[in-house]
């Protein structure tokens, strides 16, 4: 049992450039979560699904597409890739209406030069 | 709009201490309260949840409590060890499923 499973795990881009980040669950849950983790601010919420074939923004979307490709699945895409997007990026599941507990993968380290 | 914060932002004391961590947020209308723990470089590991009709729950030398009226959320960890070092997060979950973070702890346990 997997629980989250980010890929990649570190990426470099440049300015301008465009990448997707992939997430998956393996624990049948139905609320996806994507966050970035910045110093000294906790973590903020840039998209987030509550079920399949939906989508709804978060608190910083600017700058960022999601996809919820399936149940298992919930991409994050940068179109245009800018310094201040360097981040680390969580993603998360979790199962309830309201949802119990969540849970998180290792992380993406991102670096935009 | 919810905002949660936590106090201290960084902790440093002795093995063996007992300490209280604190969180607070400023919409009480939340489902429950979760307590997690993030080593450097890692992700988020659950440590305990607490339901919004609940006032605490306890993992082994954890206890978290909360105070829906008052806003406010504690993390309580009896006779602290050097493995109890990582940054400590608090979220509370509001309508729509969406959690709200604290900006953390940083805790250091002194050997």
Redesign the interface.
């Known amino acids: 049992n997997a629980g989250?499973t980010q890929t990649p795990k570190f990426q470099v881009l440049k300015t301008g450039q465009s990448m997707t980040l992939q997430c998956a669950q393996d624990m049948n849950h139905n609320?996806m979560?994507w966050?970035r983790q910045d110093p000294?601010?906790?973590?903020?919420?840039i998209y987030?699904s509550?079920s399949e074939g939906t989508t709804?923004k978060?608190e910083v979307p600017n700058g960022y597409n999601v996809s919820r490709l399936n149940k298992r699945e919930f991409s994050l895409r940068l179109e245009s890739a800018a310094p201040s997007q360097t981040s680390v990026y969580?993603c998360?599941s979790?199962q309830g209406?309201?949802?119990?507990?969540?849970?998180?993968?290792?992380?993406t380290r991102l670096t935009v030069v | 709009k919810q905002e949660?914060t936590?106090i201290p932002?960084a902790l440093s004391v002795p093995e063996g201490e007992n300490l209280v961590l604190n969180c607070s947020f400023t919409d009480s209308a939340i489902?429950?309260l979760?307590w997690?723990r993030q080593d450097p470089g890692?992700?988020?590991?659950?440590l305990l949840?607490i339901q919004s009709s609940q006032r605490e729950q306890t993992s082994g030398r954890l206890n978290a409590s909360l105070d829906k009226s008052s806003g406010r959320s504690t993390l309580y960890i009896a006779a602290s060890q050097p493995g109890d070092s990582a940054t400590y997060?608090c979220?509370a979950?509001e309508y729509?499923?969406?959690?709200?973070?604290?900006?953390?702890t940083i805790l250091r346990v002194k050997s």
Not at chain 1, 40 to 45: A, Q, Y
């Open positions: 989250v609320s979560y966050y000294g601010m906790g973590l903020r919420l987030y509550a709804d978060g969580f998360a979790g209406a309201p949802q119990t507990e969540a849970f998180f993968g290792q992380g | 949660v936590q932002a489902y429950n979760q997690f890692k992700g988020l590991t659950s949840l997060l979220a979950l729509g499923n969406k959690l709200v973070f604290g900006a953390g």
